[in-house]
């Protein structure tokens, strides 16, 4: 059975924009989808205690 989803607005810098797009085109998803893949591998790595990203935990 497919996950829940829930749709939200976010607001991002042209930069990150233009780079989803890329993945986007590249991977055949929509932004949305590369945002939520992203999302869960990040997430998956901070559980296994590993913070490549750099970014605190919160």
């Known amino acids: 059975m497919k996950e829940l989803k829930d749709k939200i607005s976010v ?8 780079r989803l797009r890329l993945l986007s085109d590249e991977s055949d998803r929509s932004i949305s989808g590369c945002i939520n893949l ?4 990040y997430f998956k790595k901070l559980d296994n205690g590993n913070d490549e990203a750099g970014i605190m935990k919160f």
């Open 11 to 18: 607001t991002l810098d042209l930069s990150v924009i233009e």
């Open 38 to 41: 992203i999302l869960k591998d």
